[in-house]
């Protein structure tokens, strides 16, 4: 069974760093589309980046692009999200999702991710 497990939250201040990591087991990466969303206190959870890995393609939020980056390690099943000039605006429960589905027009749609993990909290104190 595939199973999910992000790590790196944390507290950092207004225009720190953090880097996300997201591990999969039971399985391999390949052949997915690795999402991350992220939910705060009464919000919606949205979607903030991806990697198909099949198309080798990064797309990011509008409200993230050119702050946060995804990349991954292969041999360690590892996707990241390394966020850089954190906004309090960014204060949320992080997710990672696999997908086996998401298109180029889909991948930003929480029902296309059948594996998630279980969230880590990343807090930007301003």
């Known amino acids: 069974e595939v199973q999910l497990v992000e790590s790196g939250g944390g507290l950092v201040q207004t225009g720190g760093s953090l880097r996300l990591s997201c591990a999969l087991s039971?399985?391999?990466?390949?052949?997915?589309?690795v999402g991350w969303f992220r939910q705060a206190p009464g919000k919606e959870r949205e979607w903030v980046a991806c990697?198909?890995?099949?198309?080798?393609?990064?797309y990011y939020g509008d409200h993230v692009k050119g702050r946060f980056a995804v990349s991954s390690d292969h041999a360690k099943n590892t996707v990241y999200l390394q966020m850089n000039s954190l906004k309090p605006e960014d204060t949320a429960v992080y997710y990672c999702?696999?997908?086996?589905?998401?298109?180029?027009?889909?991948?930003?749609?929480?029902?296309?991710?059948?594996?998630w993990g279980q969230g880590t909290q990343v807090t930007v104190s301003s």
């Open positions: 039971g399985g391999t990466f390949d052949g997915y589309t």
């Open positions: 990697f198909s890995l099949p198309d080798r393609v990064f």
């Open positions: 999702a696999a997908s086996r589905w998401a298109t180029d027009t889909t991948y930003d749609q929480k029902h296309q991710y059948a594996f």
